[in-house]
């Protein structure tokens, strides 16, 4: 679709806005990971289904640019498709479901298993941004805490995991230091993606549109992933394969088949499984 | 008390000088100053309203004073003003070298965690990243005041109020400080767990080498744990001196009251 929608500006938000989120964006990238707030817009969907990511897209996005939207690695469900197509319309940029055409990726819940590469930006939806909001509900208060680097109490989370489960049972979410300085909550991904984050080639962006935060995460950056000394960070493993491209080292989803018990893991990346049958 | 430590050797820990507390007009404690040795513990007494939460807010950097000085000796032997120390420095001085004892134990425990992550957060917050050796320290500190080892894993909700306090001193001891603050220790607790508590207290302070400041309005915790007490009212210290010497042979008229309206059984 090249035609875009009358009407409305070009990516839907106005001028003033995107050059008040660019502002924003630049703070972030220039101090990694710590939030930076901004005047979230109220957006033609609910909060909770992206409308930081978008309002990140919209600012960013040129005319050149190949975009790809996922929903928990997939191209293909509603939330995906929807917002592929806002920009579609809104934007008539060129949208695609493979990983090495797109330009920026948006997405929620996970990041490629195609390793990105300099140049691409992912942006992430996030809900909640601020990592420390479990144990401490108040935003001055928390906002000390970054700015002092107190984020000892972050580990009586993972001690409290230890002490119950035997080990660190935060599966996503998972929560990393930036650049050794700032803590960050890396959106709802599996913990399985967080060594993604780490020296990435790709700009990563984070809006979170209730919340009103955007943070970065800028290309080759050290990012690593809490833990104890004597309990380390491990990530998601399968004893299965993928069943239909026979993958051993990619993000695996369990999918049920019929009420018989049947099941069989499948790659959450649909891109990559595909790429790895055709 | 016992066993006053030797006061010339060393110099005082803590200097308080002309220290005023104001709400708005209203005034918590007016020009209270004194001197608190290493090891030695300091007894403030008064009925309520007296003005001794507020001074102890202030004193533990909870409440920025409006008049006086604060000055601490740090551990490499320099005193310093507490409010021009940063606030990083000043967060950090009251997580390792400073302790708060609340009068209720909601206010200093973290209720929805459990008992062994409540007296490991100290740690943590300071760095120490190594489970197994977090965990051993919580045990040994929950041996010391004589919490059952296998409640570790329990949260302090399902704790007696005599266990939930002995907690709050285990959570706050865990780093080793120099300076405690005790606010009402034994307040809202029966009268047998409270001798248990004070014996426990005391013991603690005695074998650590202590330095505690103390607030009760109960004289008989006074006369038990402080070395030297200091009586206030309406936000003034009214007298000050040895505990015994106060105690027994009271010079303010209030003090007078104080004392002589101690139930005899």
Sequence with gaps: ?278 | MSALPLLDEEPPLLVVEGLTVAYGARVGCRDVGFELWPGEVLGIVGESGSGKTSLLNALSAKIEPAAGRIRYRLRDGTMADLFDLSEAARRQLLRTDWGVVHQNPRDGLRLTVSAGANVGERLMAIGARHYGEIRGSALDWLGKVEIDRDRIDDRPSSFSGGMQQRLQIARNLVTNPRLVFMDEPTGGLDVSVQARLLDLIRGLVADLGLSAIIVTHDLAVARLLAHRLMVMRGGEVVESGLTDQVLDDPQHPYTQLLVSSILQV
């Design chain 1, 1 to 278: 679709m090249t035609q875009t929608l009358a009407g409305y500006n070009f990516a839907y938000l106005d001028e003033q806005t995107k050059r008040m989120i660019r502002r924003a964006i630049l703070k972030a990238v220039a101090i990694p990971g710590y939030q930076v707030p901004f005047g979230s817009r109220e957006m033609p969907l609910p909060y909770g289904w992206g409308t930081g990511g978008i309002q990140v897209t919209a600012s960013i996005i040129g005319r050149a640019d190949v975009l790809k939207v996922i929903d928990q690695g997939a191209d293909d469900t509603t939330n995906a498709i929807s917002i592929r197509r806002f920009f579609a319309r809104t934007a008539g940029v060129a949208t695609t479901e493979r990983t090495v055409e797109a330009t920026i990726i948006q997405t929620r819940h996970r990041i490629p298993e195609t390793p990105l590469r300099a140049g691409q930006i992912m942006v992430y939806q996030v809900p909640i941004p601020e990592p420390l909001r479990w144990l401490e509900p108040r935003e001055t208060e928390t906002r000390t805490m970054h700015a002092l680097s107190e984020y000892g109490a972050m580990h009586v989370r993972f001690y409290e995991d230890i002490a119950h489960h035997g080990r660190i049972t935060t599966t996503y979410d998972y929560p990393v230091i930036v650049n050794d300085r700032y803590l960050m909550r890396p959106s709802p991904i599996p913990k399985f993606d967080n060594q993604k984050l780490d020296m990435s080639p790709a700009l990563q962006l984070f809006g979170a549109g209730r919340e009103k935060r955007i943070y970065a995460v800028p290309p080759f950056t050290k990012v690593k992933s809490l833990d104890f000394h004597d309990h380390p960070f491990s990530v998601e493993s399968w004893d299965a394969a993928c069943s239909l491209c026979g993958s051993t080292t990619s993000y695996l989803d369990e999918v049920l088949t019929d009420d018989q018990g049947g099941r069989m893991f499948v790659c959450s990346d649909t891109d990559y499984c595909r790429s790895r049958t055709s």
